[in-house]
T-cell receptor, first 112, second 115 residues
Framework: NAGVTQTPKFRILKIGQSMTLQCTQDMNHNYMYWYRQDPGMGLKLIYYSVGAGITDKGEVPNGYNVSRSTTEDFPLRLELAAPSQTSVYFC???????????FGSGTRLTVV | AQSVAQPEDQVNVAEGNPLTVKCTYSVSGNPYLFWYVQYPNRGLQFLLKYITGDNLVKGSYGFEAEFNKSQTSFHLKKPSALVSDSALYFCAVRADLSGYSTLTFGKGTMLLVSP
């Protein structure tokens, strides 16, 4: 059982470049999330989805976009990378609002 | 708005001693409370949760947490620490609302267990 899979694990971007962080889950979870983790700051919610075709902004959505065309996939798009987007990004999923989240192993992104 | 405070950036404890990692929360309505652990270069792993019922919740790896509604706290505890418990611990909360609410995480507490 793979759980939540994130690719790539590491990436270096130049300022202004674009990229998509991939996230796939095989647990048939309705809810999916993107968080970023910065040292000493905990996790901040970027976007989340309560089902295919439904997404909503979290606490720090600026500079990011998401889509949810299938239950399994929830990609995060960075259009114009900025140094402030240097962070570790985690995707997570949950079956419902009571259960905890299952996290992926993260993507470490550096923007130079 | 909901929030979580983990007042200690780091907790140091000797192996074999009891440990406590503190967490307080603020939420409208009844809380759902969670603890997660993160080992270096890994994602977060679920430890335990409080939804309703007994105030003392038991979880993975011998950890437990006590829900205290009057003090709005959910401290993580373990009777005897192991060196392998050294990791970053996150407390999280979501509100029990009719609509949907996401988890809000604390800033994390680094637990260092010395041999």
């Amino acid at each position: 059982n793979a759980g939540v899979t994130q690719t790539p694990k590491f990436r270096i971007l130049k300022i202004g470049q674009s990229m998509t962080l991939q996230c796939t889950q095989d647990m048939n979870h309705n809810y999916m999330y993107w968080y970023r983790q910065d040292p000493g700051m905990g996790l901040k919610l970027i976007y989340y989805s309560v089902g295919a075709g439904i997404t909503d902004k979290g606490e720090v959505p600026n500079g990011y976009n998401v889509s949810r065309s299938t239950t399994e996939d929830f990609p995060l798009r960075l259009e114009l990378a900025a140094p402030s987007q240097t962070s570790v990004y985690f995707c997570a999923s949950s079956q419902d609002r009571v259960e905890g989240y299952t996290f992926g192993s993260g993507t470490r992104l550096t923007v130079v | 708005a909901q929030s979580v405070a983990q007042p200690e950036d780091q907790v140091n404890v000797a192996e074999g001693n009891p440990l406590t990692v503190k967490c307080t929360y603020s939420v409208s309505g009844n809380p759902y409370l969670f603890w997660y652990v993160q080992y270096p270069n890994r994602g977060l792993q679920f430890l335990l949760k409080y939804i309703t019922g007994d105030n003392l919740v038991k979880g993975s790896y011998g950890f437990e947490a006590e829900f205290n509604k009057s003090q709005t706290s959910f401290h993580l505890k373990k009777p005897s620490a192991l060196v392998s418990d050294s990791a970053l611990y996150f407390c999280a909360v979501r509100a029990d609302l009719s609509g949907y609410s996401t988890l809000t995480f604390g800033k994390g507490t680094m637990l260092l267990v010395s041999p």
